[in-house]
């Protein structure tokens, strides 16, 4: 399982290391601030205006998230690690933190340090690493359904699929939680967890709205947002902030554009926040007549303030997620465990093994009835009624692009980052060597 956020050096020609964010001599105490390019993209004044996420729950499954960290201090709960470690809070890489911060990050002092998009949002952190340094995302993904969390971040991504993460994914779908993952950086296929059924995949946009050019694609990809160059919290070197570029930031922010939703409209299911996210996504303006949703860019790049204020219907439950086979549509199922998922006939067209003992139940009644009503008047016995005939067909209609998408959104700020990035070492992955995804 590798991180799908790539640290640029400047001037290098591959992504391969980590920045660190540092003051230049005689830099203004908002560098980092004025860093942030994404927030004017995102108007975040009047987004705030509507909504900042207040007190919903988004689990960052990840390498952890520093809750001391001046930009987050109050916005992380406990949260878990099941390595049992505590690197839940005290991580010993950054990832997670940045990853945090783009989503519910509060800055400090007057104007200092990172702000995220739904400032109002609480973080989960879940440790995604067991005791073996082996991949227990699925298990996050669980743990965080049954602690509250009503959207899952996972920036990251891998080409080998852990085998209990569809049924994970599943349960988080089944029980009306949006899993929001990185489609990846390798400019291939949207690698797993993004590409399962009931995941909200996310590509990455630089700041003229146009898809990163290692962004991975495919038709499971449904939205973009900024992913390039883009200011994050968390310790790198001696700085305290970190300049990346990768779908890992894109799905922070698509993360924290569905928190805003979902305090906003809380009635919505999962499926139909997406469904706000994708029908107020701006198209980007090399598109042309693209079909959507486009393999590189979905629906198109988030704009957080037209989702929460566009006269949007809620249209399906499923909004246009992919329905995971076998469980029902997000926001109309039970409590039951995902080891014993709703099945095609119970939720389908045909007659299912519960109607068939019904059936016989009443059979039974009915020739008890008849039995003792010729016993007493020898009258001829009335024919038995006809079992019901099974339910009707599951599930709405398809979900479609509708008439009237908006127009493609104006590039983004042209605020350049702060200068004096010092070069540090590649991140290295606690996940790689000797240990693959099991």
């Given at each position: 399982?590798t ?30 601030r004025?860093?942030?390019?994404a ?40 949260g ?41 949002a609480?973080i ?30 996972i ?5 080998v699929?852990?085998s ?6 599943a ?8 899993v ?36 991975n ?31 890992s ?10 928190a ?37 860019f979905g629906?198109?790049?988030?704009r ?19 329905k ?14 995902v080891?014993q ?22 059979m039974?009644?009915?020739l ?9 008047s020898?009258?001829?016995p009335?024919?038995?009624?006809v079992?019901p005939?099974?339910?009707?067909p ?14 493609a ?19 290295q992955?606690?996940y ?7």
């Amino acid at each position: 399982m590798t991180l799908t956020r790539a640290m640029r050096v400047l001037g290098a020609s591959t992504l391969a290391g980590a920045l660190l964010l540092t003051a230049a001599p005689g830099a203004s105490a908002d560098q980092v601030r004025d860093g942030q390019w994404a927030n004017q993209y995102f108007k975040l004044d009047k987004v705030w205006s509507v909504s900042k996420g207040d007190n919903v729950i988004v689990a960052v499954i990840d390498s952890g998230v520093d809750a001391t960290h001046p930009d987050l201090t109050g916005q992380v709960l406990p949260g878990y690690d099941e390595s049992g470690q505590n690197l839940n809070t005290k991580p010993t890489e950054s990832h997670g933190t940045g990853m945090a911060s783009l989503i519910a990050g509060h800055g400090h002092g007057a104007n200092a340090g990172v702000v995220g998009l739904a400032p109002g949002a609480r973080i989960l952190p879940v440790y995604k690493g067991d005791a073996n340094a082996l991949d227990v995302i699925p298990q996050g993904i669980r743990w965080a359904v049954d602690h509250g969390a009503k959207v899952i971040n996972i920036s990251q991504a891998a080409s080998v699929a852990n085998s209990e993460m569809q049924g994970a994914v599943a349960y988080a779908y089944q029980h009306d939680v949006l899993v929001v993952a990185g489609a990846g950086n390798t400019g291939g296929a949207v690698a797993n967890p993004a590409n399962l059924p009931g995941v909200l995949a996310v590509a990455a946009a630089d700041k003229s709205s146009e898809v990163w050019s290692s962004s991975n694609s495919g038709p499971e990809v449904r939205l973009a947002a900024p992913g390039v160059d883009i200011v994050s919290a968390g310790k790198c070197g001696s700085s305290q902030y970190c300049l990346a570029d990768g779908t890992s930031d894109a799905t922070a922010y698509v993360s924290a554009a569905a928190a805003l939703v979902r305090a906003k409209f809380p009635q919505l299911t999962a499926g139909q926040v997406a469904n706000r996210l994708a029908k107020s996504a701006a198209v980007p303006p090399s598109a042309g007549g693209a079909k959507l949703p486009d393999p590189h860019f979905g629906y198109g790049v988030i704009r957080p303030y037209e989702a929460l204020t566009m006269d949007i219907p809620a249209g399906s439950k499923e909004g246009p997620l992919t329905k995971p086979e076998g469980v029902a549509a997000p926001g109309t199922a039970s409590n039951a465990p995902v080891s014993q998922p709703v099945t095609k006939s119970s939720v389908g067209g045909g007659i299912t093994p519960l109607m068939v003992l019904g059936a016989l139940a009443v059979m039974a009644v009915l020739l008890v009835v008849v039995i003792v009503a010729v016993t007493r008047s020898r009258r001829r016995p009335q024919a038995a009624p006809v079992p019901p005939q099974g339910q009707a067909p599951y599930g709405a209609a398809p979900y479609g692009a509708a008439p009237g998408w908006p127009p493609a959104q104006q590039p983004y700020g042209t605020q350049p980052p702060p200068p004096g990035y010092p070069q540090q070492q590649p991140y290295q992955n606690p996940y790689q060597g000797g240990n693959p995804p099991r």
